[in-house]
């Protein structure tokens, strides 16, 4: 077997999607799990003989009247590449499948006397369905697990969650994608209730989960736009915004354009000099020439005007400095040029020159 490698950001590079979805009875868990792209369904309750009556498509089902028939549906999908999405209609009775298979066998390490797991039965129970669970993810297929809803009191606050046995609703909102609840809310377009799936990750009503990335909080039942989204190939108004890469420009010696210096960037100090205050009131050169030498002395050089007036109060050719000093290393040097022609005699170190 060759290693496979590729580019994430690739075109090709499609992965599938694992979601897990759940919601009251009745809601369309089982309508919005038809919509998925050459779907084959484990029902495990039975609940597909009403497909035709309630108007869903005609789908190919494994009838999965126990854990054995589960174990016979992954031969089926590893043989078979005309299924793309596999459906467990419901992940809870599947459960429960398993656990009379357990008790079937009769382990006295699995199960006590009265017929209920052992500590170590109960811990076989999740280690095998996880177990199984994952090798129909890992055949690169789209999966949809469909649960029923559960109400649990979380420090006062009623939170819905997948109704799962034995704490794995844990570990299977860790092992798939997407985590959803469904319900029926009235949008922004729309006065009548619509279905809709619920994604938002922060919620502290429900449990929730986009690994994505790229979907909304509030999503329409249709898996096969939901692919679309998940994989980038579709942009839809429930999705969340791209954020456009700019593409670097090409160097002038490829045929791109000459790039021009930004106004900002010619004017912008060093990476490590700091920044220099703009003018705020600008004086005369009269007003410097008529200021005594202690007066002239406290100019400050963080201020342009003051400094390059002073500069050229007493002469100072300010025009082969090409403009203002863009440092205070450069500007100090200049101010001690200034100062040195008004006969100064201390500095005082914080931006500030005084003669005594």
Known sequence: MTLEIVNS?????????????YGSGGVGKTTFASTAPKPILADCENGAKYFGLRGIKAIPIARIRSWMDFVELHKVIKEKNEYETVIIDPIGELMEKLTQHMINKADSKLVQKDGSPTMAGWGW?????????????????????IAHVQEKDDDGKIVKRPLVATKLSEELVNMVDIVGYMTTMKTADSEESKRVIQVEPDSDRFVAKDRTGQLGNIIPPDF???????????????TKKKVKKEEPAKPEA?????????????QKPGADA????EPKKPRAPEDIEGMNDKTRGRLDITREDDLLLAAEAIGVDT????????????????FAEVLAALGAKKKNGKGQQTIA
């Open 9 to 21: 950001d690739s075109e090709q590079y499609q992965p599938s999607v694992v979601m897990l979805v």
């Open 319 to 334: 025009e082969k400095l090409g403009g203002y000093p863009d440092t205070v290393a450069k500007a100090s040097t200049l």
């Open 254 to 266: 490829e045929g791109g354009a000459k790039q021009e210096p930004k106004k900002e960037d010619e």
């Open 224 to 238: 096969s736009l939901i692919i679309q989204a998940a994989q980038g190939t579709g942009d839809f108004k429930w």
């Open 274 to 277: 700091p920044k220099i205050e």
């Open 125 to 145: 129970l999740k280690k095998t369905l996880r177990d199984s669970l994952k090798i129909i993810r890992d055949t690169g297929k789209h999966v949809i697990i």
